[in-house]
């Protein structure tokens, strides 16, 4: 094996353990369809958009702190926090 060889495993290799942890991260298909949503904001009906974030807000079972760290991992932590911030 040569050193472009190991170099290019080390590559493939640390992008699987990225993807994986991120997969990891996303347990709860609420906050994920939030932040998904204003991710896409700009691509979808703003009333969609609103009516995600409101059905979010009025969910008992939410968490807001598990909300802010995925938006944190899509780098998208002002958006949500400006946009979820009006409905608390």
Same mark, same amino acid.
């Given at each position: 094996?040569?050193?472009?060889?190991e170099?290019?495993?080390?590559?493939?290799?640390?992008?699987?353990i990225?993807?994986?942890?991120?997969?990891?991260?996303?347990a =709860?298909?609420?906050? %994920?369809a939030?932040?998904? /949503?204003?991710r896409?904001? +700009?691509?979808?009906?703003?009333?969609?958009?609103?009516?995600?974030?409101?059905?979010?807000?009025?969910?008992p079972?939410?968490n807001?702190g598990?909300?802010?760290?995925y =938006?944190?991992?899509? %780098?998208?932590q002002?958006? /949500?926090?400006?946009?979820? +911030?009006?409905?608390?």
């Amino acid at each position: 094996m040569t050193d472009d060889d190991e170099d290019a495993m080390s590559i493939v290799y640390a992008s699987r353990i990225k993807v994986s942890s991120m997969r990891s991260a996303f347990a =709860s298909m609420a906050e %994920r369809a939030v932040c998904d /949503a204003i991710r896409h904001a +700009g691509k979808m009906d703003p009333e969609v958009v609103n009516q995600a974030i409101r059905s979010y807000v009025a969910d008992p079972a939410k968490n807001i702190g598990t909300l802010m760290e995925y =938006s944190r991992l899509l %780098r998208i932590q002002r958006k /949500a926090e400006s946009l979820v +911030g009006v409905w608390l």
